[in-house]
T-cell receptor, first 117, second 116 residues
């Protein structure tokens, strides 16, 4: 089972709204990732959590706030977004941050299509 | 800096034929993974095939196989007996397995269309 589940599939929000994206995996993976993807472009890394601790923040604006409540769950809290933040947001997970040779094989969810009006 | 280059922005192939997507990369690392991910219009990024750099044997997954040339830093994907469901964006990606940056480095992608 290599399933990463993201909800919601689609989200429309105004610039003053607060919303959250959710990502869940039950593969025992200890690294989880948020990516932003614009149309016809590769994914861009936003955040990495390793063992529930934030290990990488790619200079993402503070209107995006990640949270990792436990090893299976990753949230992305959104507040005061701009229209240019409209994109596909992908979550991924991988086995370990260090150790196993398979540690860096990332499995992706189906994404949340976000539109900011 | 590590880079991945996919020189074919778009390709098309007739159903049942074979197509090869090219990918080159640049790194000073000796140990790393290479991947091909497929992203159909349904948008899920699906891992198609992976290759460990220390393995000389080319990886194969059913109709998908790679031609890994480590010295040339080339990692092409061959799709045999193309099917309509193979229509998708294909991303080549690289990640080191030890130390350094643990970030996936993606190419810009190749849009593949399989025609009936």
């Amino acid at each position: 089972d290599t399933e990463v589940t993201q909800t919601p599939k689609h989200l429309v929000m105004g610039m003053t709204n607060k919303k959250s994206l959710k990502c869940e995996q039950h593969m025992g993976h200890r690294a989880m990732y948020w990516y932003k993807q614009k149309a016809k472009k590769p994914p861009e890394l936003m955040f990495v959590y390793s063992y529930e601790k934030l290990s990488i923040n790619e200079s993402v604006p503070s209107r995006f706030s990640p949270e990792c409540p436990n090893s299976s769950l990753l949230n992305l809290h959104l507040h005061a977004l701009q229209p240019e933040d409209s994109a596909l947001y992908l979550c991924a997970s991988s086995l370990h941050w260090a150790g196993s040779l398979a540690k860096n094989i990332q499995y992706f969810g189906a994404g949340t299509r976000l539109s900011v009006l | 800096a590590q880079t991945v280059t996919q020189s074919q922005p778009e390709m098309s192939v007739q159903e049942a034929e074979t197509v090869t997507l090219s990918c080159t990369y640049d790194t000073s690392e000796n140990n790393y993974y290479l991947f091909w991910y497929k992203q159909p219009p349904s948008r899920q990024m699906i891992l198609v095939i992976r290759q460990e750099a220390y393995k000389q044997q080319n990886a194969t997954e059913n109709r998908f196989s790679v031609n890994f040339q480590k010295a040339a830093k080339s990692f092409s994907l061959k799709i045999s007996d193309s099917q309509l469901g193979d229509t998708a964006m294909y991303f080549c990606a690289f990640i080191p397995t030890q130390g350094g940056s643990e970030k996936l480095v993606f190419g810009k992608g190749t849009k593949l269309t399989v025609n009936p």
